[in-house]
């Protein structure tokens, strides 16, 4: 939008071409801000108008063709400077500049800044400085996924949760993930007991749950060239799995009890929920194992997943174990079954409770657990920082909009 003292200069040339009829004035008329008239319009008429000595007379002829909306302004902007022409040659300078002004709307403008001089600009009093208050309080559920994110990063804690910020659409790799689980899902309803001599029929019905889990996830992949490639992926990955199960199956015998098992716990008036992939129980010891599909990367090794328990990096697991615990089982497994690569043999990682993942650690993750959740819920923390791992930045939604985010790390290349 043009400013006072461009409208006054406009007026200024509009006052000059009434009285002169000079065209070039009307020239620098319609290439000007106050015209209404785009400038690249305005500039392609003005050189037009040059050459043939008619600015109104070519817009009349419409001498440049236009789409509608561009064409009406410059039909406008020609009425307009009509209008100025017919005014009456007797009028005085203000009544003319004042017409001038009426006729292209620009009353406002001018009166921000007559042409004697500038107006005068008074200060507000200034205000006292709201005082820094912390972010609301956390009165819904929480999850481990919750508290996951904010041990990566605080920050985008606050951007997902505190603010329910509008994330990018899913991706591919979500896609893939939900049809996945919504395969396995349905196939354990059929085999809850993986049996040697029913090889083939497992195999059959596992490409039919993959076929039909990620036709019902059609739209979350852009492409259908990028759907038949993941459903490729998936079926290869899912007759692995199949291999597994039969491998285990002859190792250690199990039941599958439960798929998408309700996961609750109360933890000091804290309730978190959530979903477990799958509950075993071993057929021989009746103890339970709980199962976590991930489509993604993971830990690759017991000790690597135990470490990020320790170092609160991690919740998951230690969230279901205390779930199905104080639901009264004997949970001695928590296992993590990678299902990323097509190429590679299934190999879960396992960790056994009391062994290779130590209950004073699941403990501890669990007093985490409480003092996260109540820190999160208490309303005084006034400020998220963000990590310093730049790593954790890579696929974050957020990272956009992160102001504080740390430096993206150097690119290294192998010698």
Request: charged share 30%.
């Given at each position: ?50 050459r043939t000595g008619d600015l109104l007379d070519a ?190 199956e002859l190792e250690a015998p199990f039941e599958v ?159």
């Amino acid at each position: 939008m043009p400013d006072a003292a461009q409208v006054r200069s406009f007026i200024d040339d509009a006052v000059r071409w009434r009285k002169t009829g000079d065209e070039a004035l009307l020239l620098r008329l319609i290439r000007s801000s106050c015209s209404g008239v785009p400038h690249d319009v305005g500039a392609a008429y003005a050189t037009l108008a040059g050459r043939t000595g008619d600015l109104l007379d070519a817009i009349d002829r419409g001498r440049l063709a236009l789409p509608p909306p561009e064409r009406d302004r410059v039909l406008l902007f020609a009425r307009r400077a009509r209008l100025v022409r017919a005014l009456p040659d007797d009028s005085p300078e203000e009544a003319l500049r004042s017409a001038i002004a009426t006729t292209f709307e620009a009353q406002e403008l001018v009166t921000l800044r007559q042409a004697q001089g500038d107006t005068v600009v008074e200060l507000a009093e200034p205000v006292e400085r709201e005082e820094a208050g912390g972010v609301a309080r956390w009165q819904k559920h929480f999850s481990a996924s919750a508290l996951n994110a904010y041990g990566e990063c605080a920050r985008k804690w606050f951007y997902r949760y505190a603010c329910a910020a509008v994330e990018d659409p899913g991706s591919s790799a979500s896609a893939y993930g939900t049809a996945f689980h919504l395969a396995l899902e349905d196939f354990h309803g059929d085999f809850p007991r993986p049996r040697g001599a029913e090889r083939s029929a497992m195999r059959s019905r596992m490409r039919e749950c993959v076929t039909w889990a990620f036709e019902r996830n059609r739209d979350g992949f852009e492409t259908r060239v990028e759907f038949e490639l993941q459903v490729r992926r998936a079926q290869r990955t899912a007759q692995r799995y199949v291999d597994w199960l039969l491998a285990q199956e002859l190792e250690a015998p199990f039941e599958v009890l439960g798929r998408e098992v309700s996961a609750e716990l109360d933890l000091d008036g804290r309730a978190f929920v959530g979903f477990i992939d799958r509950l075993d129980r071993d057929e021989r010891t009746g103890d339970i194992g709980v199962v976590d599909y991930k489509t993604g990367s993971i830990a690759t090794s017991a000790a690597e997943y135990g470490e990020k328990v320790r170092r609160f990096r991690d919740f998951q697991l230690p969230f279901y174990y205390w779930a199905r615990t104080a639901a009264g089982d004997r949970v001695t497994k928590l296992v993590l079954i990678p299902l990323k690569d097509a190429l590679l043999d299934v190999r879960p990682v396992v960790l056994e409770v009391g062994k290779t993942i130590k209950l004073a650690d699941l403990e501890r993750s669990r007093e985490r657990m409480i003092e996260l959740s109540t820190l999160l819920a208490s309303g005084e923390i006034r400020r998220f920082e963000p990590t310093e791992n730049a790593a954790a930045c890579t696929y974050c939604a957020y990272q956009t909009a992160c102001a504080g985010k740390p430096p993206a790390e150097a690119q290294r290349f192998g010698s």
